[in-house]
């Protein structure tokens, strides 16, 4: 099979080789679960008619070419196109590479504010973070997707772009990128998401640390071009098979300087977990005294 005929190879039918299922599915295609990441809800969305996709929770997107690369973890077409013929079973004869295509969704009249919404900072509270803290970190984005208005919790990145949260929706508005929050210490804290960031600053674990918040593991890349000047790098990461990815990249990269934090919580998935299991329960948003 040469490399037209992977381009031919639908979305879903190559999912399904990995073996994946749809979960539900909308008039412009099919939702599933991240076949690279975890996740509690299935964010990831095929369009078949046009051979794309898009993942809505960590800002990804493109062709089946692509979903290779972020399976296989390269950008080197030839691997990918050879990754989609090892899973389907059939030989690579001669490269050829398309023009990339990625679908993002189409965000109007967005608006960004401090945070003040009743309901946002609840859903924050319910995750163990005060008021205090969700207000130094976080803002609040209005935005206009798919023809509905919506609102939530924004935390920006490096690109000034912003991860969205509220209790039904866990997206971004592009640029996709990592924040580096530098408060000239030798000493990073590295963070899957902004939550279990959120985590840290109540648990008093960042203490004047610089941090770096992925924002998706499949930011690894990005963050590698700056954690290499600290002498010490702590990684908060997921207690899953992507965070445990992710942290081996880190070590081969960096050495022996890595420090797996994820010993803290070994019974729990994250340490935002590990936070709403141990601490007590904020009533109200009323700050909290650490």
């Given at each position: 099979?040469?490399?037209?005929?992977?381009?031919?190879i639908?979305?879903?039918?190559?999912?399904?080789?990995l073996?994946?299922?749809?979960?539900?599915?909308?008039?412009?295609?099919?939702?599933?679960?991240?076949?690279?990441?975890?996740?509690?809800?299935?964010?990831?969305?095929v369009?078949?008619?046009?051979?794309?996709?898009?993942?809505?929770?960590?800002?990804?997107?493109?062709?089946?070419?692509?979903?290779?690369g972020?399976?296989?973890?390269?950008?080197?077409?030839?691997r990918?196109?050879?990754?989609?013929?090892?899973?389907?079973q059939?030989?690579?004869?001669?490269?050829?590479?398309?023009?990339?295509?990625?679908?993002?969704?189409?965000?109007?009249?967005?608006?960004?504010?401090?945070?003040?919404?009743?309901?946002?900072?609840?859903?924050?509270?319910?995750?163990?973070?005060?008021?205090?803290?969700?207000?130094?970190?976080?803002?609040q984005?209005?935005?206009?997707?798919?023809d509905?208005?919506?609102?939530?919790i924004?935390?920006e990145?490096?690109?000034?772009?912003?991860?969205?949260?509220?209790?039904?929706?866990?997206?971004?508005?592009?640029?996709?990128h990592?924040?580096?929050?530098?408060?000239?210490?030798?000493?990073?804290?590295?963070?899957?998401?902004?939550?279990?960031?959120?985590?840290?600053?109540?648990?008093?674990?960042?203490?004047?640390?610089?941090?770096?918040?992925?924002?998706?593991?499949?930011?690894?890349?990005?963050?590698?071009?700056?954690?290499?000047d600290?002498?010490?790098?702590?990684?908060?990461?997921?207690?899953?098979?992507?965070?445990?990815?992710?942290?081996?990249?880190?070590?081969?990269?960096?050495g022996?300087?890595?420090?797996?934090?994820?010993?803290?919580?070994?019974?729990?998935?994250d340490?935002?977990?590990?936070?709403?299991?141990?601490?007590?329960?904020?009533?109200?948003?009323?700050k909290?005294?650490?």
């Amino acid at each position: 099979m040469n490399i037209d005929d992977i381009r031919k190879i639908s979305l879903i039918e190559f999912l399904n080789q990995l073996g994946y299922q749809p979960t539900g599915r909308d008039s412009k295609g099919l939702w599933f679960y991240a076949p690279y990441r975890s996740e509690r809800k299935p964010s990831f969305h095929v369009n078949p008619r046009k051979g794309i996709w898009f993942d809505f929770g960590s800002g990804a997107g493109g062709d089946i070419f692509t979903l290779a690369g972020e399976l296989c973890n390269s950008t080197d077409f030839i691997r990918q196109a050879e990754f989609i013929a090892e899973k389907m079973q059939m030989p690579v004869s001669k490269p050829y590479k398309p023009e990339p295509f990625i679908e993002q969704p189409t965000f109007e009249d967005v608006r960004v504010s401090k945070l003040e919404s009743p309901a946002l900072l609840k859903y924050l509270a319910d995750r163990g973070i005060p008021r205090n803290i969700a207000q130094r970190w976080c803002v609040q984005v209005d935005y206009r997707l798919h023809d509905k208005d919506y609102y939530a919790i924004g935390f920006e990145n490096n690109a000034h772009g912003y991860e969205l949260r509220n209790p039904f929706y866990k997206g971004s508005y592009p640029p996709k990128h990592i924040t580096h929050i530098a408060e000239g210490n030798a000493r990073c804290n590295v963070f899957e998401g902004f939550i279990d960031f959120l985590s840290a600053e109540r648990l008093g674990q960042n203490d004047g640390f610089d941090s770096v918040v992925l924002n998706s593991v499949a930011n690894v890349g990005k963050a590698l071009t700056i954690l290499p000047d600290y002498s010490v790098i702590a990684c908060y990461l997921d207690n899953d098979e992507a965070g445990r990815a992710a942290l081996a990249r880190l070590r081969r990269e960096l050495g022996d300087k890595v420090m797996d934090k994820s010993t803290l919580y070994p019974d729990h998935k994250d340490l935002n977990e590990y936070l709403v299991a141990t601490q007590p329960k904020i009533y109200n948003n009323s700050k909290l005294k650490l």
